[in-house]
């Protein structure tokens, strides 16, 4: 037997053979007093019960029947409209300075007392009698304004809620000590570099015209031979940074790949059990564990003990990107915390922030033991609040949601919406995987939805796992390594998934929507992957696959999407889960970039060739059908042409041609004088040679790029 709140008024009770239960003897309960029921109604699987007066939500209720007793759950009377008009709140939350005096709000329909306790340092080590001030509740809200100002103190909200006492950080909190266990009171001004106040996001015309590089603020310079002097710190991305061999590294390397923005991992204040900001190299976690969504990382700050500094120091990071026209993507995760029942979230409002079925039992869809329930109306504000306040307060140029496919479509748009009025050059993406929550189908950020939401980008598992091979099969070859088959899937993936034509379908309604890639901070990087599915194979021909999977996502219509290092060969030796692993697996080895850099150059010059050239970034569905026509090619190979000045593109028509035999194949292509700007060896615009005739010689593993 189950129960549930539909409403304040009803609850429906759920058992097997409900004919053959006695409701007469059924009981309300809530601590020691019984709810009168006033009306009793039997359904064929279920009774609804209508109580005489509504329900206390601040004490839990039980349902007495047949000698057992089951706690009632409030899970579907959280989501109720009933509940929103009676406790939803749109005020500030938090804490801040008005004029002179310090105010703090902070939202618990459910708590019965909340006090502030007041702290003069950010470290719990250090023993401290708090200063407490109680807030007085009103529908929900609890709050203070006290005559002192507490600027630069440290606070923590000791909440009472079903019985149990916790000390809580504020989910608003902006600023927090080491580790994340207290908030900060701070004035945000006083945190920005010299320059600020003129740093803005770069301009972004569509989706398809970015080249992301996703990087990790530690893997890209903790190597003893990153030359970076600043080691795993946002700063050192400041650094003019080389190797021994002269080897560029850091932001250095960055500008000279010529990428348009970075994608950074989690740079929120992640769970200190993960990596603990008092010793940042003694533990490896890549942070997809939130603690404090709204306050920075402290372990990439030179001094985590200081709430202030690690701002300014992501402040000035963003700066110098900027300064050299690449954009910044946080990389964020609103669909799980790190443990839900240790949670701020859940002691402050147990029950409400994290998805349930309507009997209380928690959703596990994202394989953390949590999701965020971000249909429930204080949730979906919260991480609107989050996002918004990050994109203000820090110049961001765009959002990557990890595990979309839990959130709910409303709160996506939202998001988007918000976040346009802030930067009408925000990019918003995710993965829009399909995973097991306790949402409907229809009403989930999956890319099988992505109709239902147009102005949001997806990573495209089908260029993944068509190029590279299946991603959960490691032994399997995709289409750039001689898999058989692929050549559908490697078209599709040529048009950005959209509906091409009748064999050619994909989920999305513009390619801006399809984020191409072939290698992430997930699973094994795509070099070790090669090394599992072309062992047989010489590291010459390996490299040919390597070169040409990037060659496919870079001639692909979307946007483009690179892995940090993929560039040189990043090897993880042979793991596929490394978010715990020290940095002897995950550091950038940048000696390697030295001994690929015949790749380096190869990729450089492609993303050179995309930049250069609009016929590979059509922002709509039409102009993807008018000026792309498929060539005839024998099996695994993929030729098109991308024809009359495409996107305004100043070459009238450009032919391109994927061919992954390990030999060479002739296709028949319209006749005419061709400048090949890539092939096997070399990509970039300059012409390296010239096809004449209507026959084109490919060799194998490689890629033709070419031009009339």
Known sequence: M?????????INVYCEEANRVDWSNIRILQENEF??????????????????????????????????????????????????????????????????????????????????????NGDPLIEETPIIIPLQSKRGVFSALVEENYIGYYYTYQVEAYGKIEEVVDPYAKAVGVNGLRGCIIDLESTNPIGWDLDKPIELKNYTDAVIYEISIRDISSNDNSGVQNKGKFIGLLEESKTAKGVKTGLEHIKELGVT??????????????????????????????????????????????????????????????????GVIMDVVYNHVYEYKRSNFEKLVPGYYFRHDRFGNVSNGS??????????????????????????????????????????????????????????????YGEGWDLNTYLE??????????????????????????????????????????????????????????????????PFIFPSQSINYVSCHD??????????????????????????????????????FLHLGCDFCRTKH??????????????????????????????????????????????????????IIFLDSPEKCVAFMIHDHANNDIWKDILVIYNSNKSTVEIKIPNGVYNVVADGRLSGVETLYRIYGDKVKVAPISCIVAYR
């Open 574 to 627: 042979g793991h596929e889960n490394s978010y715990n692993l020290p940095d002897s697996i995950n550091s950038i080895d940048w000696d390697r970039k030295y001994e690929f850099r015949d790749v380096f150059e190869y990729i450089k010059g492609l993303v050179k060739l995309r930049k250069e050239h609009p016929a590979f970034r059509m922002s709509s569905a039409s102009e993807v059908v008018k000026h």
């Open 35 to 120: 709810i009168d029921i006033s009306i009793i109604n039997k359904k064929k699987d279920y009774c609804e019960l209508v109580l005489a007066e509504p329900v206390y939500i601040k004490k839990k209720t039980y349902l007495f029947a047949e000698n057992s007793k089951f706690e009632i759950s409030y899970s579907n009377l959280f989501k109720s409209q009933e509940f929103n008009e009676k406790y939803f709140y749109d005020g500030f939350l938090g804490a801040r300075i008005i004029d002179g005096k310090t105010e703090f709000k902070v939202w618990s329909p459910v708590a019965t007392s909340i006090n502030v306790l007041l702290y003069k």
């Open 523 to 560: 699973n094994h990087t795509l070099w070790d992957k090669i090394n599992i599915t072309n062992k047989e194979d010489s590291v010459e021909e390996r490299i040919r696959v390597h070169k040409l999977s990037h060659a496919i996502v870079l001639t692909s219509q979307g946007a483009s």
């Open 2 to 10: 189950k129960a549930a709140f539909e409403s304040f008024y009803k």
């Open 441 to 506: 189908n229809d009403k989930k950020a999956t890319q099988y939805n992505a109709y239902k939401t147009p102005k949001i980008g997806y990573f495209n598992d089908v260029i993944r796992d068509a190029v590279r091979g299946h991603t959960f099969e490691a032994d399997k070859k995709g289409f750039a390594g001689g898999g058989e088959g692929k050549e559908l899937e490697i078209k599709r993936s040529v048009v950005g998934l959209i509906n091409y034509n009748e064999s050619l379908k994909g």
């Open 261 to 326: 923005h970075v994608q950074i991992l989690p740079m929120y204040d992640f769970h200190y059990q993960s990596v603990d900001e008092r010793d940042q190299f003694r533990k490896y976690n890549w942070g997809y564990d939130p603690q404090n969504y709204n306050a920075v990382e402290g372990s990439y700050s030179t001094n985590p003990y200081d709430a202030a500094l690690r701002i300014k120091e992501l402040k000035e990071m963003i700066k110098k990107f900027h300064q050299n026209n690449i």
């Open 367 to 428: 394989g953390c033991g949590n999701d965020v329930a971000s249909e429930n109306k204080m949730t979906r504000r919260f991480i609107i609040d989050s996002v918004t306040y990050w994109a203000k307060e820090y110049h961001l140029d765009g959002f990557r949601f990890d595990l979309l496919g839990l959130l709910d479509i409303d709160t996506v748009n939202s998001i988007y919406e918000e976040l346009k009025k802030i930067n009408p050059n925000i990019i918003v």
